[in-house]
C-alpha cells in the first residue's frame, strides 16, 4: 500500500456553554459531512473543550486541496447549525456575529503527517484548549531529547542517536533545524521562549522518518490583532524506533505552566484529562489536553480512539494543577498569572494610557 495521510484539522465554531465545550448536534453533523465524502480512508470526530477536532486518513498527501476543503465545508456547515442554535462564537471562524475578543476568531489548526506504513503503528493525537501552539514545547523536548524522561533515548538503540526538531519563529517566518542531543543548549534558547518559538516537527535521526507534527498556526498573527488562542494539536507516533506510548506520555505527567486560560491572557496549569473531562469551566480553565491513541489498521483504518489520559496514573497530575491553579489565581491581575503585556489576547492598555495621556509626568533628574 502506498504512503498513508493521517490529518488532523480542527477549528471553534461555536462553544456550549460560552466556551466551555461542544453541542453533540455539531459533532454529528461533522460525522454526517466526513462520511459522505467518499474519498477518505477513515475519519474520526472528536472534540476538546469549544474545538471541534476533524481527524482523517487519506491518500492525497499533505497539503491537499481537497482535503482542506472538506474540513472548511464541513466548518461552514457546522457552524451554519451553530448559528442555528445560537452556540456561542458561532462562526467566529468565518463570519462573526458574535464577539470574541478577536475579529477573525480561532481559523483552522492544521497537523498532517505522510508516513510508509509499519506493520504496526500506534499514533496519539494530542489535542489542546485554551492555549497556543507553544505548548508543546516542552513535551516534545521531554518526550525527544531528555533521557529522564524518555528511557530509550539511553537504552533503546533505534533511538539512541536521537532526534532532529524544526523550530518555526512565526514572527520572522523563519525555521531552524537542532540536532539533539548535541544541540540541546542552544535548542533550548529558543524553546524555552513558547510564545515566540514553537517547535513544529521532529524526526529520527538515523533515517530522518517522521516522528511528530503539530499546528503552529499563530491567530494573532494572521489577523494582525489580539484574537483567540490557538488552541493546538499534535501528532504523536510511538513504539518500535520512537518512544513508547508509555514514554510519550510522561512528557504530560508534570502539570507544566501554558499560555492562555481566561481570555486567552493568563498562565495556568496544563491539565491532563479524559475526553469527558475536556471541558474547561474554572476561570475558562485550566487548559486541557486530551491524547486519543489509535493504531493505524489496514487500509488506513483508525482503530480507536483509545483515551490514553482516562487512567487514574494521572490523577495525580490533576491534583497538582488544581493546586497550581488556586496559586496562580490568587495572583489576581498580576503577572505572572497574567501574561506579559505583548502576549495577551485582550488589552486595555491602549485605550487606558490614551485616557491618562498628559498625566505621566517626566522624571526630573536630580543631582545628588
Ligand atoms: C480564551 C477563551 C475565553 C474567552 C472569554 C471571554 O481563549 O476563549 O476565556 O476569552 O470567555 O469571551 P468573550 O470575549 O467572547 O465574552
Ligand atoms: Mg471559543
Ligand atoms: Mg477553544
Redesign the pocket.
Known amino acids: 500500500m502506498a504512503k498513508i495521510t493521517l490529518s488532523v484539522i480542527k477549528a471553534d465554531i461555536g462553544g456550549y456553554v460560552?466556551?466551555s465545550s461542544s453541542h453533540p448536534d455539531i459533532l454529528a453533523r461533522a460525522e454526517e459531512n466526513l462520511k459522505k465524502a467518499g474519498f477518505l480512508l477513515d475519519f474520526c470526530v472528536m472534540r476538546c473543550g469549544d474545538d471541534l477536532e476533524l481527524i482523517m486518513t487519506h491518500q492525497q498527501g499533505e497539503d491537499n486541496e481537497k482535503i482542506h476543503k472538506l474540513a472548511w465545508d464541513t466548518f461552514i456547515d457546522c457552524t451554519n447549525l451553530a448559528k442555528k442554535m445560537r452556540l456561542y462564537?458561532a462562526g467566529q471562524d468565518i463570519l462573526s456575529d458574535?464577539?470574541?475578543?478577536n475579529v477573525k476568531g480561532m481559523g483552522p489548526g492544521v497537523a498532517e503527517i505522510e508516513f510508509e506504513q509499519r506493520k504496526s503503528d500506534p499514533v496519539i493525537i494530542f489535542m489542546a484548549d485554551?492555549t497556543s501552539p507553544g505548548a508543546w514545547n516542552f513535551p516534545l523536548y521531554k518526550i525527544f531529547a531528555d533521557p529522564f524522561n524518555t528511557a530509550g533515548l539511553v537504552i533503546d538503540p533505534s533511538i539512541h542517536d536521537g532526534f532532529k526538531f524544526e523550530v518555526l519563529d512565526p514572527y520572522k517566518e523563519e525555521t531552524i533545524i537542532f540536532s539533539a542531543p548535541e544541540e540541546i543548549y542552544d535548542m533550548l534558547v529558543f524553546i524555552g521562549a513558547r510564545e515566540h518559538y514553537i517547535t513544529r516537527r521532529i524526526w529520527r535521526k538515523s533515517d530522518n522518518e517522521i516522528a511528530a507534527v503539530s499546528s503552529t498556526q499563530k491567530l494573532a498573527l494572521i489577523a494582525g490583532k489580539y484574537v483567540?488562542?490557538d488552541d493546538p494539536v499534535l501528532i504523536v507516533r510511538a513504539q518500535s524506533g520512537f518512544p513508547a506510548v508509555g514514554e510519550v506520555l510522561e512528557g504530560f505527567a508534570f502539570p507544566y505552566l501554558v499560555a492562555?486560560w481566561?481570555?486567552?491572557s493568563h498562565n495556568g496549569p496544563f491539565m491532563p484529562t479524559s475526553f469527558k473531562e475536556a471541558n474547561p469551566t474554572r476561570f475558562?480553565g485550566p487548559p486541557r489536553v486530551i491524547a486519543a491513541g489509535f493504531q493505524i489498521g489496514d487500509e488506513g483504518k483508525l482503530v480507536g480512539p483509545r483515551d490514553m489520559f482516562d487512567d487514574p496514573s494521572f490523577d495525580r497530575t490533576r491534583r497538582m494543577a488544581d493546586e497550581m491553579a488556586d496559586y496562580m489565581r490568587r495572583h489576581g491581575p498580576f503577572e505572572p498569572h497574567r501574561l506579559p503585556l505583548a502576549d495577551m489576547?485582550y488589552t486595555t492598555l491602549p485605550d487606558v494610557r490614551k485616557k491618562l495621556e498628559g498625566r505621566f509626568k517626566k522624571e526630573v533628574k536630580r543631582e545628588v
Not at 458574535?98 to 475578543?101: A, D, E, L
Open positions: 460560552g466556551h462564537g458574535s464577539f470574541s475578543g485554551k483567540g488562542k492562555g481566561m481570555r486567552g475558562d489576547e
